[in-house]
């Protein structure tokens, strides 16, 4: 596993963070790969690139691996000579003086998650960055507009199916049907907007289950264990018969969790992200409480490293080759990598790795590649 760079991540104003070519090969350590020392593959091409990312959010384990995603495709190419980063903290002003701050100090590759605030909200900014011929990418929340027009593409994990595959699990694993809640991001943000409508396409066909978050709302849990917990705890005052929970962030899954051992409910069938803490919240609890069966998607931090690729590719001037596109598509299944009922793939615990870490994630470019042509699962 790559080793993720000591990158300062600041509320950005005019400043935005610069890691240059030499830092990203002091920071490659532990058995990380280092930058390219030769020439790297041929869809880096040999033009200068200054390289911009922004996250809107920036603040959870999600986020940071998301970062180390792209870095990885980025450590790929010599001619990247710096790397500048955002990190908004989901405030929409931070987000939009941060990408003006990367645009004024060069950067001609930019890969951007639009999650500050709702869809559309960053799209002025990033229409200006595109018509100034800057190579911009949308990932990871879908920024409203029009591909070829207001940026380069969008590329994103298929939320919506994301949401059709939990529902689907959770109608299964409740026959007598019962109550079932959705705790999600931020209000507004468009990665839970799409899974609640999957999500509700999926219930459609077990009507004994009921939503009681709504069918186009979501209980707010902020990405984030504590504020899940808390939202968890709420939803228990008011509902204390859930029978299961929807959670699109797997760590902040684990304070959902710690609302229902706080409670002294048994715990119920959970469907979420992935993450390491939370299949080893499985491990260790399952056995005591039967009802706890989890099932997750992948956390498709990996669509970085194609957003990375696209832009980098178009700010050198260079045509990618079918066979060394990371993705054809832009939009990349996301069905479910673990399944507590299915002995195929099972949680998977791994007790060396920090409690944050994303498994899917240890996918190579070439498992990636064979990933987005059939259509299947890390």
Same mark, same amino acid.
């Given at each position: 596993? @790559?080793?993720?760079? $000591?990158?300062?991540?600041? +509320?950005?104003?005019? %400043?935005?963070?610069?890691?240059?070519?030499?830092?990203?090969?002091?920071?490659?350590?532990?058995?990380?790969?280092?930058?390219?020392?030769?020439?790297?593959?041929?869809?880096?091409?040999?033009?200068?690139?200054?390289?911009?990312?922004?996250?809107?959010?920036?603040?959870?384990?999600?986020?940071?691996?998301?970062?180390?995603?792209? @870095?990885?495709?980025? $450590?790929?190419?010599?001619? +990247?000579?710096?790397? %500048?980063?955002?990190?908004a903290q989901f405030d929409l002003q931070a987000a939009v003086s941060g990408l003006q701050g990367m645009v004024a100090q060069g950067a001609n590759a930019i890969v951007v998650i639009p999650d500050a605030g709702g869809t559309g909200s960053e799209l002025p900014g990033i229409r200006s960055a595109h018509r100034r011929g800057i190579a911009i990418v949308p990932w990871g929340a879908d920024p409203g507009g029009t591909p070829g027009e207001d940026y380069l593409t969008y590329v994103d994990i298929d939320h919506r199916e994301a949401g059709r595959e939990w529902a689907t699990w959770m109608g299964r694993r409740l026959p007598q049907g019962g109550k079932v809640a959705f705790i999600g991001g931020p209000a507004g943000n468009s990665p839970s907007a799409q899974e609640?409508?999957?999500?509700?396409?999926?219930?459609?066909?077990?009507?004994n289950v009921s939503l009681v978050s709504g069918e186009t709302t979501w209980i707010e849990g902020g990405w984030d264990p504590a504020k899940a917990q808390q939202a968890a705890a709420g939803l228990l005052s008011q509902h204390p018969d859930i029978a299961g929970v929807f959670s699109d962030e797997g760590v902040s899954s684990t304070g959902i969790i710690r609302a229902f051992q706080a409670a002294g409910r048994p715990l119920v069938p959970i469907a979420s992200l992935e993450a390491n803490a939370l299949s080893c919240?499985?491990?260790?609890?399952?056995?005591a409480n039967p009802g706890f069966q989890l099932a997750t998607v992948s956390a498709g931090n990996f669509v970085g490293r194609i957003a990375a690729q696209l832009a980098i590719a178009k700010a050198a001037g260079v045509?990618?080759?079918?066979?060394?596109?990371?993705?054809?598509?832009?939009?990349?299944?996301?069905?479910?990598?673990?399944?507590?009922?299915?002995?195929?793939k099972p949680p998977a615990c791994d007790p060396s790795q920090p409690p944050s870490a994303l498994l899917s994630n240890r996918m190579t470019d070439d498992q990636l590649k064979a990933l987005t042509r059939a259509g299947g699962t890390p």
């Open positions: 596993m @790559l080793a993720r760079p $000591r990158i300062t991540r600041r +509320v950005v104003g005019a %400043l935005v963070t610069v890691l240059s070519a030499a830092t990203l090969a002091s920071c490659a350590s532990g058995g990380s790969a280092p930058p390219a020392a030769g020439p790297g593959p041929a869809w880096c091409g040999t033009t200068p690139i200054v390289f911009g990312m922004q996250d809107g959010g920036g603040l959870n384990a999600w986020s940071k691996a998301s970062a180390e995603e792209v @870095l990885k495709t980025v $450590r790929q190419c010599p001619n +990247v000579t710096e790397v %500048l980063t955002v990190n609640v409508a999957g999500i509700v396409e999926g219930l459609r066909a077990f009507p919240d499985h491990q260790q609890l399952a056995a045509e990618i080759a079918e066979a060394d596109l990371l993705s054809p598509t832009a939009l990349v299944p996301d069905r479910l990598v673990e399944d507590s009922v299915d002995a195929t």
